[in-house]
């Protein structure tokens, strides 16, 4: 298995790694699940007023860690929706199905945390990495269930990604993993509707929350969930 150098270089573009990545995506493509919202929409967002609102204590993730990868995870997803080409450019295989599609969009609103999105995201990250079962169902709710549990009505989009590549341990290096996992789920290898890439860069969506869990003793380690609202 791939294991990327944990002293990444910020300014070498990430494009140079992009073989390796896919090969990487190619073993876990089927552990990243996209779908529709209970409203028929697509999995990936949500809305809310109080962007301050203080977070519960019951992560199992140390809570510096989980934000700053929030912050890494919101930084890449925002610098796919408002500059489409450049990160294009930046960030895919020039020539790929990916690339081109990029490269033909343009700009869309920039999306803002929402902690209480965020709780939704990291307790269902955390049974994904202590569940053997990897899917949108996988304690018997749906991601708008969550969300209303945390206090955010109307539906929810959620997008979910693993794998055991160390460039992926949000623990180590949240940028370089944030930039793992959008990157996997924007190429969105062997998802016929590429459906996590149309939730990361919907326009109606407004509001994002993110989670992030490593199980040393799961199937693929580490496991990321981005949940979205309007």
Excluded at 94 to 105: P, T, V
Excluded at 168 to 187: C, D, G, H, S, Y
């Amino acid at each position: 298995m791939f294991t990327a150098n944990n002293n990444y270089n910020d300014n070498m573009k990430i494009k140079n790694l992009f073989p390796l990545l896919m090969a990487t995506m190619l073993i876990f493509a089927i552990t990243a699940c996209g779908g529709t919202s209970g409203n028929g929409g697509d999995l990936a967002s949500v809305t809310s007023n109080r962007a301050d609102q203080e977070r519960d204590d019951d992560y199992i993730i140390p809570q510096d860690k989980v934000n700053g990868f929030e912050v890494e995870m919101l930084n890449e997803v925002n610098f796919a929706r408002l500059n489409p080409k450049d990160y294009a450019h930046n960030r895919l295989q020039e020539g790929s199905e990916a690339y081109y599609d990029l490269q033909a969009r343009g700009a869309v609103a920039a999306l803002k945390l929402d902690p209480r999105i965020s709780r939704a995201a990291q307790k269902y990250a955390e049974v994904l990495s202590l569940s053997a079962t990897f899917g949108h169902f996988a304690d018997g709710s749906n991601p708008s269930d969550r969300c209303i549990k945390e206090g955010v009505n109307g539906g929810c989009g959620e997008n979910i990604a693993s794998g055991s590549s160390g460039e992926r341990n949000a623990l180590v290096n949240p940028k370089l993993a944030a930039r793992t996992f959008v990157i996997q789920l924007i190429v969105d290898e062997g998802v016929y509707d590429r459906g996590h890439r149309k939730n990361i860069l919907n326009p109606a969506y407004k509001l994002l929350g993110i989670g992030f869990a490593r199980e040393e003793n799961s199937q693929y380690l580490n496991y990321c969930v981005q949940d979205f609202a309007k």
